[in-house]
């Protein structure tokens, strides 16, 4: 299917475990993002990459890794969970600055 | 100070009444975004804007950029409706800078 999608929709982890989100577009957009969706906040940008093999921080990337090997994929890892990491993520795509945006349909983490 | 503010947080309305959500930034930005969440769901983009106006069914987006202001206007409003509304700029750069949201209710 062509979108983007995301893995798992709901995932319950333990603190102290990693785990790793997964994000898939078959756009082949140049941009991919992640951001986390907390109550009284608006998306926070965790990380960001503007092509394979290319990654940078966003606002909160503490206690987070990303990859990009290949553009169709950018999976989020979580090293340690912590509770404070229980959120909703979401990745996105994006073409470029002249482009809008795709988003997933989200990953609800609880870490317990 | 958020660089992004939407105002109201809350929007209740009945079935058919004209609805407008206002965003403001304090950036300058290359252009404006505004999103839609219903519950429980993913995000879906409405308006990609940096001048003017642009219009799709029931949904009005203008922006003044001289003010730093968008508004998002639901004409004819309906329950489908009912979902939180982001609005979100972009500077010179391909990251957005995100609102809170306004969650808008539509009874029948």
């Known amino acids: 299917d062509a979108g983007i999608t995301q893995s798992p929709r709901y995932k319950i982890t333990e603190t102290g475990r990693q785990v790793t989100l997964m994000c898939h577009q078959t756009w082949s957009h140049s941009y991919m993002f992640w951001y986390r969706q907390d109550l009284g906040h608006g998306l926070r940008l965790i990380y960001y990459s503007a092509a394979a093999d290319i990654t940078d921080k966003g606002e909160v990337p503490d206690g987070y890794v990303v990859s990009r090997s290949k553009t169709e994929n950018f999976p989020l890892t979580l090293e340690s969970a912590t509770r404070s990491q229980t959120s909703v993520y979401f990745c996105a795509s994006s073409e470029g600055a002249s482009y809008g945006y795709t988003f997933g349909s989200g990953t609800r983490l609880t870490v317990v | 100070k958020n660089e992004v503010e939407q105002s109201p947080q809350n929007l209740t309305a009945q079935e058919g009444e004209f609805i407008t959500i206002n965003c403001s930034y304090s950036?300058?930005?290359?252009?404006l975004h505004w999103l839609q969440q219903h519950p429980g769901g993913g995000i879906v983009s409405l308006f990609m804007?940096?001048?003017g106006k642009k219009k799709h069914g029931r949904l009005i987006a203008t922006i003044n950029i001289q003010e730093k202001h968008s508004s998002l206007h639901i004409t004819a409003s309906h329950p489908r409706d009912s979902a939180v509304y982001i609005c979100a700029v972009q500077q010179n750069t391909d990251k957005l800078i995100f609102g809170t949201g306004t969650r808008l209710q539509v009874f029948p």
């Open positions: 804007l940096s001048s």
């Open positions: 950036v300058g930005i290359s252009a």
